[in-house]
């Protein structure tokens, strides 16, 4: 399935600069595993050293968020749309 | 990173700023940087903070020693930023009786590429401001020259 994934401006730089890559995938994960085998220095921005989504990287198919779906496992089918938002966190020590 | 860029603020933006913080003390204020960044002759890359878009905290569970932002503050900062012909660029917050410099938790949870403006406020009282990038393998957090300006529009 063709699926378009949109860079968020943070990771264009590892991107090639693009704002958006297209990927065939069946799933949310299967495009995520393709966009970082493609480029390599999104993997650790995007993902824990155990290969987990890290907790600020939010992850939209068609404007739903994954969480509410099947995660990782969210079916995806041609013409979809998958947004990385990212949301900001920090603080003291 | 390469010619890390040097961030260029007005001083009536760096003083909102600093406001935000006084005005949010004892909690960590926060907001977006909207600006552009510009390439000049000798491939230096110079970050120009234009506008601000102050945001709500929402670690209301712990606003002392902690801010975040939603992805959907996050798309609303950069649907103003369209709005005003810019782009978010970075973000900024204040570290209530903290130095201005990142913590562990700030770099836990950096993006690359942003700027990471932090304003030390002692007793309600702005101190140190200071901008900082993470680094591209996500060890360190590189320490981004502030220049007081005024840039162009």
Known sequence: MSVKVIIP?????????ADSIDVSAKTVGEALGQLTSKFGDLRK??????GKLRSFVNV???DEDIRYLSKENTPTKDGDT???VPSIAGGLP | ???????KISPELADKIRAHGAQTYPHECCGALLGRDTEVADRRVYREIHALHPLVNRRDDSPSNRFSLTSQDVLDA?????QQGLEVVGWY???PDHPARPSQFDRDH???WYSYIIVSVANRIPEEMTSWRLADDRTEFECEEIGLQRVAS
């Open chain 2, 1 to 7: 990173m390469a010619n890390a860029a040097q961030l």
């Open chain 1, 9 to 17: 401006t943070p990771l264009r730089v590892y991107a090639g600069k």
């Open chain 2, 93 to 95: 917050h204040s570290h």
């Open chain 2, 78 to 82: 950069e649907k103003a930023a369209r």
């Open chain 1, 60 to 62: 939209y198919v068609n």
């Open chain 2, 110 to 112: 950096a993006w690359p």
């Open chain 1, 45 to 50: 921005h995007l993902f824990t050293e155990e």
């Open chain 1, 82 to 84: 998958i947004s990385i």
